[in-house]
Each structure stands twice: as C-alpha cells, then as structure tokens.
C-alpha cells in the first residue's frame, strides 16, 4: 500500500516538473494574457488608485453627503442641565439647532483648512489703530473697526441708539495670524455690519509691531489679553464688552477666563476652534502625512515671525535651535520653554493648555470645534469639564476643518461667524452687562496705560 502511495507521488512530481518546464506553464500564460490588455487600462487602474489614495488622505466626504442627500449634519450641543446659558440664550440660535452643510466641492477639512485664506474675500476697508503698552513696557497694536466706518447708517444691535451703547466685540487671532488675515477681516467686517464695534488684540510682535520688552508672544501668554481687557474696561466702563478668539487666539481666551474666574469684565465669550490641550496636539501632529505637513508649516510660520524679532529672541532663548527648529515643538523647545525657564517643552504645553482651566470659567461662553479639524483633534476637546460648567456650550460638527466651516455652494461664507454673530445678539439680549453687574469689576487701583492712536 506504502509502496503505492510513493509511487503516485512520484508520478505527480514529475507531471508538475513537467508542467513547469512547459512553455504552456500558467504563470507564462498570465504573462502573456498580462501583455494582451491595452496600456490605457492599466492607465485607468493606476488612476483609480490615485483618487483613492488621496480621496481618503484628504479625508474627502461627498460621496457619504451624496447618500445622505445633501442634507448635512446636526450641530451636537454639549451643556449642563441646569445652564442658564443654553436656556435663556443658545436655545434661541437657530443656526446652533439647525445643520451644518459644508461647500460640496469642499467637502474635504484639509480643502477648507488650506484654502481659508484663499477663498475669503473681504471688502477692503481700513482699520484704525492704537497702539497699547503693556506694563512691562511691550507693545500691543489694537486695531479698531467701528459699526459707523462700514455703512452709512449704523445698524443697531437689538435697540441700541448712542455709541456708547453699541456693544464691543474683541478679536484674538491665531497663530501667526494678525488683523490683516482674511478671516479675521471677514469676522470683522461682518460683526461690524451687523451693528458692533471691534477691536483686533494683535500679538505682541505681529501685526507690524516691534517687541519693546524682553517677552514675546507665546501660546500660553494671556496676561496681555488681561491688560487690554481691563484697560478696553476702563475707557468704555459703560460698554458691555465681549471676546471672540480663533484657534490659537480660543485657547489664549479661554485660558485667561478660567485664570481670572470671576474678575473677569466681559460680558461674554465665544472660543473657535480651541486647540484644547497643547500636549495631546503635539502628540497629534506625529500622527499622519498631512498632520506632519501642518506642523512643518506652521513651525516655519513661527520662523518667520521670531525672524523680525531675531534680536530679543536670541537673547532670551536658543536661535541656532530656532533656525533649525522643523516642528511646533521644536520651535517652542528652543524659545518658549527657555525663555518661561521650564524643564521640558512638555511642561510647557500643559502649562499653556486652556483645557486645564475649563472648570473656573465663569463668563457665558460657546465653543465651537469640528470633529474632523485637522489641526486640533477632538481628542483634546474636555467634553465632560465644559458639560459640568453651567456657563458653558460646547457645539461640535462632523465637518467643518480648522477654523473654516464653508457654506453655501460659492463657498464664500464662514458658517461660524453667523453662529458667533447670532450667539452674541441673543446674549446681549439675554443677558446685557448691567450698570450693577460692572461695578464688581471696578478697578479702582487699575492705572490708565500709556498709549497712542494712528491711522494704519
């Protein structure tokens, strides 16, 4: 039986030998079926392949809007309870209880992240600026545009009639961004118009102003936010003042309210794309090959704005390590960390997180973040802090990108700047700073700081 079972084995062996040495094997044949196909439908896979790949490293959506019909997602609230905030003021804005359609030929965070500032195209105005001193004697420029230098007639926000009733909006912008970028053109324009008087609280050392003191700008440096409110405070004591901040600008806000509590003299608050906590984005931008694109980026973004001050910075930190510096965090290893005396440039992100500070907030304030920003990941967002806040609303949407949110089919409207632009008018409403309310935020031993104004 043994010998048997050898023997077909044998016999097998030798038909696939066979086989093998046969110009009729099938790999020759697949070969040769390969050769028959027409080189343009070869053309058509690679094709296909390519869409795909950078279909989903785009993180593209239309095809799921196409089968959702078009009809957007819902805008998810996150609040406490018993929020006096979403009762009396959020669940009036229907932009908040409606849906959020992004631009479909945007349908992608990364389109509507990198092409913000290409899309937006603002009506050119001008601003007027002050130039403001900070008491360790560095300089701040304030760019002001009043709801009377863009309509003839001021539109008025809800009744208002004199100058000294129109209500103040401050603008922190992101990054290395100042009052000349386009979105923060378009927030102010657009607040303007619709009957408020703004102010952009430019960085110190951007917007075309020197550094005047050994400190520069950094992502967790919010005591010149707090000087130009209580100063802003103190010239217009009579002025409900409210603040809008933009990514890097939110989280420079936020943290500012939750360091000041209740000594805080604003009527109210909005926090746009908040990176939330420095740490988890560090993390975050490690991950993927557009999430390295951005950080090499804005790494080198950050080059070219410590470039204009290379002189205060190579004396308070390391500019070889700057000039070499590929990353966020490399740049902040080599200035801010040094420059704060921290041990690790980690510490130095978790000093500088907003998240952390998110329980002592005790203006009215919404946030607002899209679950697919590139930039910030939702990861950092402090879900379960802002729902134990009675003065808080998180709004989260599926799309939107990093401070973007395009809508319409033109794609040249900001959906957030609605949102904002309605929040505002139904708290000032609501909830209006009353003469009472500002007396608690006298102060008396606040000294006026010295500044100028010019024309820019």
């Known amino acids: 039986m043994e010998s048997t079972k050898k023997r077909d084995w044998e016999r097998d062996d030798r038909k696939m030998e066979s086989i093998a040495g046969d110009s009729t094997s099938p790999y020759k044949l697949l070969f040769r079926a390969l050769t028959l196909i027409p080189i343009s439908h070869y053309l058509l896979l690679v094709f ?24 957007g997602d819902s805008v998810s609230l996150t609040f406490h309870s018993s929020s006096d905030l979403y009762r009396e003021v959020v669940s009036k804005c229907h932009l908040l209880h409606g849906r959020y359609f992004s631009t479909p030929w945007l349908s992608s965070p990364h389109l509507q992240t990198i092409l913000l500032n290409v899309l937006i195209k603002t009506p050119k105005f001008s601003y007027k ?11 701040v420029a304030l760019d002001w545009l009043m709801n009377s230098d863009v309509i003839e007639t001021s539109a008025q926000v809800n009744g208002t009639n004199t100058v000294a009733d129109i209500p103040l909006v401050i603008l922190i912008p992101g990054l290395t961004s100042d009052s000349a970028s386009p979105y923060m053109k378009e927030i102010a324009y657009k607040m303007a118009k619709h009957g408020w008087n ?25 005591d010149d936010l707090g000087e130009v409110v209580k100063y802003l405070y103190h010239k217009q004591p009579d002025t409900p003042i409210y603040a809008v901040g933009t990514s890097l600008g939110a989280n420079i806000l936020v943290k500012y309210l939750g360091e000041e509590g209740d000594n805080v003299p604003l009527a109210g608050a909005a926090s746009i794309s908040n990176p939330w906590d420095l740490l988890i984005g560090d993390r975050f931008f490690t991950r993927g090959i557009m999430q390295r694109f951005y950080n090499r980026v804005m790494g080198n973004n950050l080059k070219g704005a410590a470039k204009l001050h290379q002189e205060v910075y190579a004396r308070l930190s390391d ?69 134990k806040n009675k003065n808080i609303v998180l709004a989260t949407t599926q799309h939107g990108g990093h401070i973007a949110f395009f809508e319409g089919m033109s794609g040249k409207s900001l959906w957030w700047i609605r949102v904002v632009e309605e929040y505002l008018s139904n708290l000032h409403s609501s909830m209006p700073m009353s003469k009472k309310q500002a007396q608690k935020f006298a102060y008396s031993s606040f000294e006026t700081p010295q500044f100028h104004e010019s024309l820019s």
Do not use: M
């Open 198 to 222: 703004i102010v952009v609280c430019n960085h110190r050392g951007l917007g075309g102003v020197p550094l005047t003191s050994d400190c520069f700008y950094t992502a967790g440096k919010s």
């Open 129 to 139: 600026r002050e130039i403001f001193r900070t008491s360790d004697g560095g300089t």
């Open 319 to 387: 500019w070889e390590g700057i000039e070499k510096a590929c990353s966020i965090r490399e740049f902040n290893n080599y200035s801010a960390r040094i420059a704060g005396n921290f041990d690790a440039v980690d510490s130095f992100h978790r000093w500088a997180s907003s998240a952390r500070l998110v329980n002592n907030v005790s203006v009215p304030l919404l946030c607002l973040n899209a679950i697919d920003d590139p930039v910030c990941t939702d990861e950092a967002i402090p879900w379960d802090e802002c729902r």
């Open 48 to 71: 296909f392949v390519f869409v795909v790949f950078v279909y989903n490293l785009l993180e593209i959506h239309i095809v799921q809007d196409f089968f959702g019909g078009f009809g």
